[in-house]
Each structure stands twice: as C-alpha cells, then as structure tokens.
C-alpha cells in the first residue's frame, strides 16, 4: 500500500505525512499514512464513517498526538509542536462561534489588527455588514462564512476544513461548496477539508485522498479516482457501479452466464477459468439504437425502474444470465421515447474499455 501511495504521490509537497500511525486502545485507526498535499491545492479527505479521515486532520492539526510518524508543514518538522504553534486556521462543521461575542469579535479573536483586517474578512466572504450581529441572529450558513472568515484571519499558510458543510440544507451547501472552492482558489491557500460526501469532493478538489479503515486506497484527480478507481472499494465507494461476475475464457475473453463478452481493460493474459469481476458505471451502458456501436451487445429485459429526479436507475436483466442485473442511468424522457416499462425487452451494449476488472 504504502508503494502505491508514494509513487501517486502529488508535485510540489506543501505538507508531508509518513508513516502516521494512531491507536486508540487496541484499536488502530490510522496505520502508516504517507501522503504529500501539494502547495496551493485543495485536498479533500474522502471515506465512509469511522475510516479515520478526521483523525488524520485532528493529527495535522496538532489537536491528536499520532503514536509514530512524520509531519513536516513548508519545510519545518511539526511532528510533536503543540497546536497553538502551528500555522493552520480551521472550520468544523459545528461553526464554533463564540455565542456571546459579535461577529466582529468572533473574527478579530486572534487578529492584531483588528478593525482593518475584520472589515476586509467579512467582506471577503460576501457579509460585509455583518459585524454588529451574534452568531444567532445568523443563518448556518452564514455562521459558517463567520467561521471561514475567523480561520483565515491569521493568513494561515494551510485551511483545514472538517465536514464544514454538514450541517447546512442542500441548497446552502451547494452555495457555499462554490463559495469556500473559489475563495481558496484566490488566495491559493493549501487547503485540506474532510467530507463523506462523494459530490462534494468531486466537485471541490484538485486531489482526492479515499481512505477505508486506516489507511490510503487512492490518491488521484477527481476524474482519475472516479473513472480509473484502483481498487473495488474506490469504484464502490466513489459513485455508483454495476459488479458482473464473469468467468475468463482465454484470450481477454469473458463468460457472464451463457453470454461471452470481449473482455474488458485488464482481461487478457488472464487463465482461462479464473472467476473476475468487471466494474461498469450505470451511465457508461450502452441501450437500443446505440448498443451495437460497441462489441458486447446483450438482450435484456427491464426489472425496476427508480425514478431520482434528473434521471432513472433502471435495472435491467440479461438474457443469457438472469441471476446478473444491470443499472443503467437514463432520462424519463429517453424512457418514455423508447416505450421502456418493466418487463420490456431492450439490447444493451457493454463497451469493453469501460469495464475494468478490479
Ligand atoms: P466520521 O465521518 O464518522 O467522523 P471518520 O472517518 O472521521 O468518521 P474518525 O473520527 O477519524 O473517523 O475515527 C476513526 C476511528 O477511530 C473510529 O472507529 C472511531 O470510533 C475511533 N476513534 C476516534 N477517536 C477516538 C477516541 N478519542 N477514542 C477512541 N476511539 C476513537
């Protein structure tokens, strides 16, 4: 593991981690972490609940004591430094306001020069007249800006971000995720903010670190972890993806049921025999019309149709393998033009370079 991570290690480290181990008890939560976060970049710390992301950010932030490793921030070992002298300003997703102080005190808590350095904070992210208020009498939203606004007041040489956008409405956190990306983008402050929310990491980073039970699967773009996951839990974790058990028959070829299929990205050279699962994103299925574009053209029948708004997860059941379903993302509208309601028969085409074997 620890290999894979350094040689996807990111250009240009602005902080370095090697080797972070933590245990809570006899419980290890983080085991060997290295990872390089690169200068000026927004990383995000992407997993599943109790995966020990926060924990790391605690570590980095010098708020957790790791138990081994190396944390060296702009050239300088911080590994055992206390909190308070490190340079990072941080959000929880809690906002952490002072309830009985002004926002303007909320911000210029720490600031030297108070009334010059709040104004310019406050205008900084969009409530320049805010200053008089308490946090009460503000949205969460706008709780939350106050506290984007504190974190920065230092000019910290690196943001840490915990869930900041947990604990608003959907509409607030789609704001306020384009809001937090384009500011740190003007500034060009280091930036590492932990989510579960796969959108969210996504949409926002330059890099994301996909961590499961203590350690690192990924490190890539948001398109490399999405489109080339290196390992099943990545393609199962990040966006959603159809699993078919298939059989390899020799020659990059393989056998779903009675079907046999021109393998995928990774199939040749496998022993004929060998039991491998292929991993096919739901929007990457090919239907009808466009289905013999691509070699591996099945029939199929429709199980279930889920209606998600923007588009249907429709499962669908292949003919010449009934126990394997297959989701394919389309339209209302794409499904009504082509008259598909359960039951209905329809051809699918399962383009070979987008099925990976993992
Ligand atoms: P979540 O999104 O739920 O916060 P996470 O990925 O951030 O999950 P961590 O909070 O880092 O996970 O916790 C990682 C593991 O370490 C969890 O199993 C958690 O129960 C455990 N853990 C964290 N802090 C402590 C602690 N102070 N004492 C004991 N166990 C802890």
């Given at each position: 593991m620890q290999a894979v991570e350094r040689a996807e290690a990111l250009p240009a480290a602005f902080l370095s981690l090697t080797g972070i181990t933590k245990r809570f008890g006899r419980f290890t939560a983080l085991d060997a972490v290295s990872l390089d976060v690169p200068r000026g970049g927004l990383v995000?710390?992407?997993?599943?609940?109790?995966?020990?992301?926060?924990?790391?950010?605690?570590?980095?932030?010098?708020?957790?004591?790791?138990?081994?490793?190396?944390?060296?921030q702009d050239g300088r070992d911080v590994s055992r430094l206390?909190?308070?002298k490190r340079d990072y300003g941080i959000v929880f997703q809690s906002y952490a306001l002072f309830p009985n102080l002004?926002?303007?005190?909320?911000?210029?808590?720490?600031l030297v020069n108070r009334r010059a350095g709040v104004a310019e904070l406050l205008k900084l992210v969009g409530l320049p007249d805010a200053g008089g208020h308490y946090p009460g009498q503000l949205s969460g939203g706008q709780q939350q800006r106050i506290a984007l606004a504190r974190a920065l007041a230092t000019s910290p040489g690196l943001l840490l971000l915990d869930e900041p956008l947990s604990a608003l409405d959907a509409l607030e956190r789609l704001r306020l995720r384009g809001e937090i990306r384009a500011l740190q983008q003007r500034l060009?402050?280091?930036?590492?903010?932990?989510?579960?929310?796969?959108e969210e990491a996504l949409s926002m980073a330059d890099h994301i670190v996909v961590m499961s039970r203590g350690h690192i699967e990924q490190v890539g773009t948001p398109q490399q972890v999405y489109r080339e996951p290196a390992t099943a839990f990545v393609a199962d974790f990040v966006g959603k993806v159809n699993v078919i058990s298939a059989v390899a028959q020799g020659e990059g070829r393989v056998r779903v049921g009675e079907l046999l299929l021109n393998g995928a990205l990774g199939s040749e050279g496998l022993a004929p025999g060998t039991p491998v699962k292929l991993y096919l994103r739901p929007e990457d299925v090919m239907i009808n019309g466009h289905a013999s574009d691509h070699a591996n053209v099945a029939s199929a029948s429709?199980?279930?149709?889920e209606f998600l708004g923007a588009f249907c997860l429709?499962?669908?059941?292949?003919?010449?393998?009934p126990m394997q379903s297959i989701v394919v993302?389309?339209?209302r509208h794409s499904l009504d033009r082509m008259s598909l309601a359960i039951g209905a028969a329809l051809s699918i085409g399962l383009p070979r370079d987008c099925m990976r074997l993992l």
């Open positions: 995000t710390f992407l997993g599943p609940s109790g995966c020990g992301k926060t924990t790391l950010l605690r570590i980095i932030a010098g708020l957790e004591t790791q138990d081994q490793g190396r944390i060296v206390p909190a308070i002004t926002i303007f005190d909320n911000v210029a808590y720490g060009g402050v280091t930036t590492i903010m932990v989510t579960h929310d796969q429709v199980q279930k149709i429709v499962t669908v059941t292949l003919a010449g393998a993302n389309l339209s």
